[in-house]
């Protein structure tokens, strides 16, 4: 038996770091500071596998002193702060600390990658991305911060003789924080806004952090729409330029573009028009050009990535269209989980419309969010942690809406139907602009509840519900 190999957490990435461990030969001990029945189930599941669990065990340096003698590794999941005092003196004892993404990249490097990061589209382009490739018979797994946990891959190919033509890996800053060794093939960086600062502390280590897989990569792709990232670009490592917004202005010093006529460029080369993508909103057209970039350079026609678009619904929990009740488009945006997120949403559908949002706010600016309130909704219902927090923010804003704040999801629904109904909005938008950790262990979590609530009610729903 190897030497025995601590992980902590017991989340998705923790499960498919014991059992890829396990399979590799190691004694793997498994710590979590949680004690609840998933939590139990899944513990159930490993000890069968002969991996030692122990739950509602808290993260101090005492916890590890039954295995400290002859431990030389521990592997921690993405929601680990790296810089944890109880991993600050497994440091000073020469103990190697990893994330769970280091370890899948070990048994994976071989592999083509695609690293996605940014703040907010990510998951757009990786499910997209993802699509064009299969539906052109590459196989392509998806994994890291969305899918499977990267691990659960390198186990899935672990002795196998065929590989995946490529891995498509969304890459969160808390999983990049903790790996600086990924080289991909492609690493695509969709924008950045403030986010997840109550972890980094500040904007410049945490585009430092995004920024640091691009310059590993082989092939860079850039949003010259950001305003952050075309303000970097003469700093930035040289790669390809995408822009949704740029029409004939500045496309000469662009890679890929829509020009005027909503063609599809690559440099001066028409590809297809961009009423192929269906799902709304000027930031999916956005996602949409770094598929086709990344698509061109794995190989692909024009044509092969044109002609499998029109059958990309979008990605559960984003802008998902669930249906209609008397002419009121429900839209489930659980994964707006900040504000830019929520402000683009809110751009996206029809309006005016009436918002529910809330849960756990995070740091960052509310302004550009607060404007398209104004604009484009006649009421907003707040639930959750900070639903008083928001609801004195929207006031000072000037907002001349209905507001009313509420415990539980289940009473905004209800409190927002009433309104939308009254009113006779186009549109009912659930799109938290919040964390969820307040009553959900997860925006999926979330979206699925809203969901169940909603779907009794409609007149007629998507495919998607």
């Known amino acids: 038996m190897k030497p025995p190999i601590l992980i902590i957490g017991l989340g998705r990435s923790g499960v ?3 059992k890829l461990l396990k399979a590799l030969g190691h004694e793997v001990i498994v710590l979590d500071s949680s004690k609840n029945d998933e939590l139990l189930s899944k513990a159930v599941e490993l000890r069968k596998q002969g991996i030692k669990v122990h739950l509602g065990t808290p993260l101090k340096s005492e916890s590890f002193e039954p295995w400290i003698e002859n431990l030389s590794e521990v592997v921690i999941s993405p929601s680990i702060p790296w810089d944890h005092q109880a991993l600050q003196e497994l440091r000073l004892q020469k103990i190697l600390i990893k994330g769970e993404i280091s370890l899948a990249w070990e048994k994976l490097k071989h592999l083509p990658w695609v690293g996605i990061t940014g703040t907010n589209g990510k998951t757009t382009v990786t499910y997209m991305l993802q699509h064009v490739l299969q539906s052109n018979q590459l196989h392509a797994p998806i994994g890291g911060n969305v899918g499977k946990a990267a ?4 186990l899935n190919y672990h002795n196998q003789k065929i590989n995946p033509d490529w891995l498509i890996m969304e890459l969160s800053s808390y999983q990049l924080e903790t790996t600086p060794e990924i080289t991909p093939k492609i690493a695509i960086w969709t924008n950045l806004t403030p986010d997840h600062l109550e972890r980094h502390g500040t904007i410049e280590k945490y585009s430092n952090i995004k920024e640091r897989l691009l310059i590993n990569a082989e092939i860079p792709i850039y949003n010259a729409d950001d305003p952050f990232l075309i303000s970097q670009r003469d700093s930035l490592k040289k790669g390809i330029w995408i822009s949704a917004e740029a029409k004939n202005h500045y496309s000469e010093s662009l890679d890929y573009w829509i020009n005027n006529k909503g063609i599809i460029m690559e440099q001066q080369k028409e590809l297809f028009h961009s009423s192929c993508l269906t799902i709304p909103g000027k930031h999916n057209l956005q996602n949409l050009l770094f598929v086709i970039a990344a698509s061109r350079k794995i190989g692909l026609s024009g044509s092969a990535i044109g002609n499998c678009l029109k059958a990309f619904k979008g990605v559960p929990h984003r802008l ?8 009121i488009t429900i839209f489930n945006d659980s ?7 929520a402000k683009l949403g809110l751009i996206a559908i029809p309006y005016p419309a009436i918002i529910i949002a809330g849960g756990i706010a995070k740091k960052g600016d509310p302004s550009e969010w607060l404007i398209e309130l104004k604009r484009r909704s006649r009421g907003i219902v707040l639930f959750g942690n900070c639903a008083l927090y928001l609801e004195k923010i929207i006031k000072s804003s000037g907002y001349k809406g209905a507001i009313h704040c509420c415990t539980t999801l289940p009473e905004a629904l209800e409190i927002a139907l009433a309104i939308t109904l009254q009113l006779r909005t186009k549109s009912l938008l659930f ?3 919040c964390a969820s950790f307040d009553q959900y262990k997860d925006f999926e979590a979330r979206g699925d509840h809203f969901c169940s609530l909603i779907k009794p009610l409609l007149t007629n729903q998507s495919e998607s519900c």
């Open 335 to 341: 994964k707006a989980t900040n504000y830019e997120s």
């Open 16 to 18: 498919g770091a014991a």
């Open 431 to 433: 799109s938290p602009a």
């Open 320 to 327: 998902e269209k669930l249906g209609m009740i008397d002419k």
């Open 151 to 154: 691990t659960e891959i390198a």
